[in-house]
């Protein structure tokens, strides 16, 4: 009998699939477009695995290089947002006559009653906080830098 357990282990250790080091894989998330690895697992390469979505899985001999890490993010909530404006700026706004910057606050303030977010990198968004540098009529309510910083995924606060 002991040599039957003895066996059967024996057995069953020779037929177990062995775990290597596998890579998660972004098919599309490097420099370039080209793909990266976002992390490594370990996986006997048989049982039943789904990879989170859009990731793929690759043996760790063939992985391609770690994915860069991801930068700030460039979409942030509306009153994250509006405190990248100092109070002044913020009533400077609020009380412009100019046409434009009042067109751009009413579309800002639509977007908050939304609870939606703001994308730094949208052209719209761009070019209202850039509008606020030269407005066609009054002075400008921000400076090029203030704009700048404003529209950065690192964003500092002015001292």
Sequence with gaps: MRSFIAGAIALLFATAARADNYALVNPT???GGVPCTTSMIVYDGSSAYTPPSGLTLAPQASAP???PPPGPPTTISALSFLMRFTSAERIAIRTSTDPGVQDWLFLLQAQITNGGTIDLTNAE????VNYLTAPATGSALLTSAQASNILSPNFTTPQ
């Design 29 to 31: 998330g490097g420099i």
């Design 65 to 67: 290089a770690q994915c």
């Design 125 to 128: 968004v761009q070019a209202g």
